[in-house]
């Protein structure tokens, strides 16, 4: 089994190693990840100017790892560059510091960067931690020990295998954990505009989901209440409900056009 691992918070982050450690118990793994953290850029990709790829020294034996000068959804696409000799059977992106939940997740770096797998059918997976500020202790090691579950699992058979699993952790010790959730997508997130100082400038911030839009069943609600999160995620482009409604009004406006021809 090959599997890529990249992330958002770049290539010295300490949760993208225990991240391969974890995933390099289950099959043959190679990271490709930002030289410099990428949080927040989504779907972004480099198109107008080139990027560097670099091989770094790896702290896991049989590990080789890359850095790319560029945004997570580009070290995906160098990543099945890198593997192209050997079909990538999975992709694993994380573990982000900090959660993904919500309406936040479309702008996340970790989540995003599964993109290129998931359209190319590839089991993709996306995990965070919830981290709350600069807490002491950072338990990567408690969301590596999820994630291998879940990805053993999927590659084992009794997950799918299909679109996107967003995991997120609890920033807590594993027995502390109340149990795992599927969950859906909240309607809200953690990202939020505040108003910076009295000259009018802006700044987003980061941080706690108002509570009484944290509704039962979803990402956010899990956390809160300390459990881990597992949300599957597609993307689907067309709004397939509103074809017919939009194809009689497009009618009428087409006889109106063609009226004044």
């Not at 994380?94 to 993904?100: D, F, V």
Request: charged share 20%; aromatic share 4%; with cysteine.
């Amino acid at each position: 089994m090959n599997i890529l691992v990249t992330n958002d918070d770049g290539i010295e982050s300490p949760g993208i190693w225990a991240l391969a450690a974890a995933m390099n118990r289950l099959g043959n793994t190679v990271i490709v990840a930002p030289e410099k953290e990428q949080s927040a850029m989504g779907t972004s990709v480099t198109l107008k100017s080139t990027t560097t790829v670099n091989e770094v020294p790896s702290s896991i034996p049989g590990v080789k790892a890359y850095a790319v000068g560029g945004t997570p959804s580009d070290c995906v696409i160098v990543g099945l560059r890198v593997m192209r000799e050997a079909r990538i059977d999975m992709l694993v992106s994380g573990i982000n510091y900090g959660p993904n939940c919500g309406r936040d997740i479309p702008h996340s770096g970790t989540v995003m960067a599964t993109l290129p797998g998931y359209f190319r059918r590839i089991p993709s997976i996306a995990v965070s931690l919830a981290v709350r500020g600069y807490q002491d202790e950072t338990r990567f090691d408690v969301a590596a020990g999820v994630a291998e579950s879940v990805a053993e699992s999927v590659k084992e058979g009794r997950l799918p295998a299909v679109g996107i699993i967003n995991i997120n952790v609890p920033n807590t010790a594993m027995e502390e954990i109340k149990g795992i959730l599927t969950t859906k997508a909240a309607p809200t997130g953690y990202i939020s505009l505040f108003e910076k100082n009295p000259d009018g400038r802006y700044a987003f911030r980061i941080g706690k989901s108002v509570t009484q839009e944290m509704l039962e069943g979803t990402d956010i609600m899990a956390l809160e209440s300390g459990y881990v999160s597992i949300t599957p995620l597609h993307l689907e482009v067309t709004n397939h409900d509103l074809i017919p409604h939009l194809r009689e009004g497009i009618r009428a406006l087409e006889s109106k056009l063609m009226g004044k021809v």
